[in-house]
C-alpha cells in the first residue's frame, strides 16, 4: 500500500429512523454511480463539513458544542461544524429539518422549501438560513451514534461522526436531490436482507449501523440506549483489498457478501 494516504475531511451522516409495523424503519438512499465516493451504493443522508458550518452565531437549542464535543472526541470547533453539517444535509438531501421556530414552536417546512436549494449550492450558508428565518438548530433532536474514518487505501477519505435522529411528526423525507437515484424507507434487517441477497451494497459503516438498529424494537429504546463513541478505522492489508478489510464484525460482513455484489463492484 502506498504511504501517499490521503488527507481526512470531517463529514456528518444522519440515521433517520422510525417506527414500524414490523420494527424500525430506516431511511436510506442509494446514490448515483457517478458519483466519486460511494457511487452506486446504498448509504443514509449526509456529507462533508462546510467551513462555515462553523459559523458562530448560528442559533442553537440542546446540548451544548462542549457535549457534543465529549461524545465525539472532538474540538468544541469541530463539534459544532459537524452538528451543523448533520442537520444541513438531512435538509439538503432528504428535505427533513432538525430544526424549530425561536420560539420553540414547529416551523412551516412547507413555506421555507424553495430555500433548500440555496443551501444545496451554497448561496445559503446554515447560519444565514436560520436567522433569515427565526429558526435554530435542534440539537437535542439528534443522538451520536458512531465514529467511522475511511481506511487509508481509499483516495477520498473521510472522519465522519454518525448521529441518530427520529423523523419528526409531520414531516416526511423525500428524493429530491441529484444525489441519489432512489430513495425509500425499509425495515433495518430486511436491509440486511437486501445486502445478502445483492439487492443493494452497503460499505461496512452502513451495514454495521443497520446490524446494530435491528437489535431494538423500538425507536424510544434505540435513542435511549447508552453509547461508548470510539473511532473505528478498518484496518488495511498488505496487499489493499477491500475484502481484507478488518474492523469489527468483519467476517460476518465478508460471509453475507454475495456473489452479485461482488461481481458487479468487482470485488
Same mark, same amino acid.
Given at each position: 500500500?502506498?504511504?501517499?494516504?490521503?488527507?481526512?475531511?470531517?463529514?456528518?451522516?444522519?440515521?433517520?429512523?422510525?417506527?414500524?409495523?414490523?420494527?424500525?424503519?430506516?431511511?436510506?438512499?442509494?446514490?448515483?454511480?457517478?458519483?466519486?465516493?460511494?457511487?452506486?451504493?446504498?448509504?443514509?443522508?449526509?456529507?462533508?463539513?462546510? /467551513?462555515?458550518?462553523?459559523? *458562530? %452565531?448560528?442559533?442553537? @437549542?440542546?446540548?451544548?458544542?462542549?457535549? !457534543?464535543?465529549?461524545?465525539?472526541? =472532538?474540538?468544541?470547533?469541530?463539534?459544532?461544524?459537524?452538528?451543523?453539517?448533520?442537520?444541513?444535509?438531512?435538509?439538503?438531501?432528504?428535505?427533513?429539518?432538525?430544526?424549530?421556530?425561536?420560539?420553540?414552536?414547529?416551523?412551516?417546512?412547507?413555506?421555507?422549501?424553495?430555500?433548500?436549494?440555496?443551501?444545496?449550492?451554497?448561496?445559503?450558508?446554515?447560519?444565514?438560513?436560520?436567522?433569515?428565518?427565526?429558526?435554530?438548530?435542534?440539537?437535542?433532536?439528534?443522538?451520536?451514534?458512531?465514529?467511522?474514518?475511511?481506511?487509508?487505501?481509499?483516495?477520498?477519505?473521510?472522519?465522519?461522526?454518525?448521529?441518530?435522529?427520529?423523523? /419528526?411528526?409531520?414531516?416526511? *423525507? %423525500?428524493?429530491?436531490? @441529484?444525489?441519489?437515484?432512489?430513495?425509500? !424507507?425499509?425495515?433495518?434487517?430486511? =436491509?440486511?436482507?437486501?445486502?445478502?441477497?445483492?439487492?443493494?451494497?452497503?460499505?461496512?459503516?452502513?451495514?454495521?449501523?443497520?446490524?446494530?438498529?435491528?437489535?431494538?424494537?423500538?425507536?424510544?429504546?434505540?435513542?435511549?440506549?447508552?453509547?461508548?463513541?470510539?473511532?473505528?478505522?478498518?484496518?488495511?492489508?498488505?496487499?489493499?483489498?477491500?475484502?481484507?478489510?478488518?474492523?469489527?464484525?468483519?467476517?460476518?460482513?465478508?460471509?453475507?457478501?454475495?456473489?452479485?455484489?461482488?461481481?458487479?463492484?468487482?470485488?
Amino acid at each position: 500500500m502506498s504511504e501517499n494516504v490521503v488527507p481526512l475531511k470531517d463529514a456528518s451522516t444522519v440515521v433517520l429512523v422510525r417506527d414500524g409495523s414490523q420494527g424500525i424503519e430506516v431511511f436510506l438512499q442509494r446514490r448515483v454511480k457517478q458519483m466519486a465516493f460511494a457511487g452506486g451504493m446504498t448509504v443514509f443522508p449526509g456529507g462533508g463539513v462546510d /467551513p462555515r458550518d462553523g459559523d *458562530a %452565531d448560528v442559533s442553537w @437549542t440542546g446540548p451544548g458544542k462542549d457535549w !457534543w464535543a465529549t461524545q465525539f472526541n =472532538a474540538t468544541e470547533e469541530t463539534a459544532q461544524k459537524l452538528v451543523c453539517a448533520a442537520v444541513r444535509e438531512t435538509y439538503e438531501e432528504c428535505g427533513v429539518l432538525l430544526v424549530s421556530n425561536t420560539d420553540g414552536s414547529e416551523p412551516d417546512v412547507g413555506a421555507l422549501a424553495p430555500q433548500r436549494a440555496l443551501l444545496e449550492d451554497r448561496t445559503l450558508s446554515l447560519a444565514e438560513f436560520l436567522a433569515n428565518n427565526d429558526l435554530t438548530l435542534r440539537t437535542d433532536l439528534l443522538v451520536p451514534l458512531a465514529h467511522w474514518i475511511t481506511p487509508k487505501n481509499e483516495k477520498r477519505r473521510y472522519d465522519t461522526r454518525f448521529f441518530l435522529a427520529a423523523l /419528526p411528526a409531520g414531516q416526511s *423525507a %423525500d428524493d429530491r436531490t @441529484t444525489e441519489v437515484e432512489e430513495a425509500y !424507507w425499509r425495515n433495518a434487517a430486511d =436491509a440486511l436482507d437486501d445486502w445478502a441477497a445483492g439487492r443493494c451494497f452497503l460499505l461496512p459503516p452502513t451495514w454495521s449501523q443497520l446490524r446494530d438498529i435491528s437489535r431494538f424494537e423500538t425507536v424510544a429504546d434505540l435513542l435511549a440506549a447508552q453509547r461508548v463513541i470510539e473511532p473505528i478505522e478498518p484496518a488495511v492489508p498488505s496487499d489493499g483489498s477491500f475484502s481484507g478489510l478488518g474492523f469489527a464484525g468483519s467476517a460476518d460482513y465478508f460471509a453475507t457478501l454475495s456473489e452479485e455484489n461482488k461481481q458487479r463492484f468487482a470485488f
